[in-house]
């Protein structure tokens, strides 16, 4: 699981907005927003194959939300 803060999500509204648009990406096993933290969890399918941070980041601006990568 990877970890990414999501500024600007307020609503329920705001959190299926980003999980759906995660999820969609291929290559995404599951997308899962902590409202309350302003988080988003994504797993990927394949662990060898890593998705590239900037497509995730990428569809979170596009809806509108500021995305934050968290160092571990």
């Keep these: 699981m990877a970890t990414l803060k999501v500024n600007g999500m307020h609503c329920e509204n705001c959190k299926n907005a980003v999980e759906k648009a995660v999820s969609a990406i291929p290559g995404v096993k599951s ?5 309350d933290k302003k ?5 990927e399918e394949d662990k060898n194959m890593p998705i590239a941070l900037d497509i995730i ?5 596009d809806l ?6 968290q160092r571990p």
């Design 64 to 69: 509108g939300y500021e995305p934050e990568h």
């Design 39 to 43: 988080e988003l969890q994504y797993e």
């Design 57 to 61: 980041m990428s569809a979170i601006r």
């Design 31 to 35: 997308a899962k927003v902590d409202l």
